[in-house]
């Protein structure tokens, strides 16, 4: 069975993106945080309020207000943040946090669709 193009997963299912962006960008951020050398659990400190939903939505949040995104990665995102087939944890279960978790899940989607997630 063939598997389905890059372009094919962003038409057909962006959570498939999502969950590929969620593995790039945390790659990323720790990457970025291993210089200069320190101890381990200081490593996780720092990259925890990049890595976490909330910290997901706040960096979403920063790039629509700056407007440090082309108007297709805008509409991208706003694809992403209404898509309906998106299940949330409990944790996410009031309408804020359901805000919270839908903007991580757009930023995830739109990181594997970037080249580099600078």
Do not use: C, M
Request: hydrophobic share 35%; net charge neutral.
């Amino acid at each position: 069975q063939q598997q389905p193009s890059k372009q094919q997963l962003t038409e057909d299912d962006p959570l498939a993106l999502a969950f590929l962006g969620d593995a790039i960008w945390s790659l990323y951020v720790r990457n970025h945080f291993l210089n200069p050398p320190k101890h381990h659990r200081l490593y996780q400190a720092e990259v925890q309020p990049y890595i976490t939903a909330e910290g997901q939505a706040k960096i979403y949040d920063t790039l629509v207000e700056q407007q440090l995104l082309t108007q297709q990665e805008q509409q991208y995102l706003r694809y992403v943040y209404k898509w309906k087939d998106v299940k949330f944890r409990k944790r996410f279960s009031s309408p804020a946090a359901e805000a919270v978790y839908r903007k991580a899940t757009a930023l995830e989607a739109l990181v594997s669709g970037t080249d580099d997630p600078q």
